[in-house]
């Protein structure tokens, strides 16, 4: 293969490149972008997609994202390349802030009041959780399901917007781009032709 890494990389590498980008945040950041402005759909389909994996990335069904934003962004006639690189949104870096908003704000809805985490609470969640981790998961993520709905609604909309005024600038000027091209080549003919004449 023409591409293909001379050493294989480890274990150990390939999980802290999944979990951490080998470059910089940044250039993941531009590279995930690039790949979504030069999606060959209509901006409006594109943002769809893209709002529907951001609005996935809210709830904490990690390993199902990609099926979610699919299931969402077919429904709602997005398109699903963009819908799968809508859920970069959920990365290691925003997953902590995403979890403890969406479980604060579904609680909040549920019962009222945010729950507060004493010390003792916290000490006894943990020595559950290691022996009785689906009695003590399965509490937590109805809060975290309920409030992923409200805040994942907000961010797809944000994400709508941004994207479709990208996308349609993006091709706007692509297509202007093509247009020159396109008339100077025609014009170059011309002259070919008038000069073989």
Not at 81 to 96: K, M, R, Y
């Amino acid at each position: 293969m023409l591409f293909r890494r001379r050493q294989k990389p480890t274990r150990i590498e390939s999980l802290r490149v999944a979990v951490w980008p080998r470059h910089s945040w940044v250039r993941s950041t531009r590279y995930y972008g690039k790949r979504v402005l030069r999606l060959t759909a209509s901006p409006h389909a594109i943002a769809l997609g893209f709002a529907a994996g951001a609005f996935t990335s809210f709830t904490p069904l990690i390993g199902f994202h990609f099926l979610i934003s699919f299931a969402i962004a077919y429904v709602i006639g997005g398109n699903l390349i963009a819908s799968a690189l809508g859920t970069s949104v959920g990365n290691p870096l925003t997953f902590p802030f995403i979890w403890a908003s969406t479980y604060k704000l579904g609680s909040w809805i549920l019962h009222g009041e945010a729950v507060r985490a004493h010390g003792e609470v916290h000490e006894q969640f943990q020595q559950r959780l290691l022996t009785k981790s689906l009695d003590v998961l399965l509490p937590m993520l109805k809060p975290m399901m309920v409030g992923a709905v409200p805040l994942g609604l907000i961010c797809g909309a944000v994400c709508y917007v941004i994207v479709y005024k990208s996308v349609e600038v993006y091709q706007l000027r692509r297509r202007n781009t093509m247009d020159r091209r396109r008339c100077g080549a025609s014009i170059e003919d011309e002259d070919q032709g008038r000069s073989s004449q």
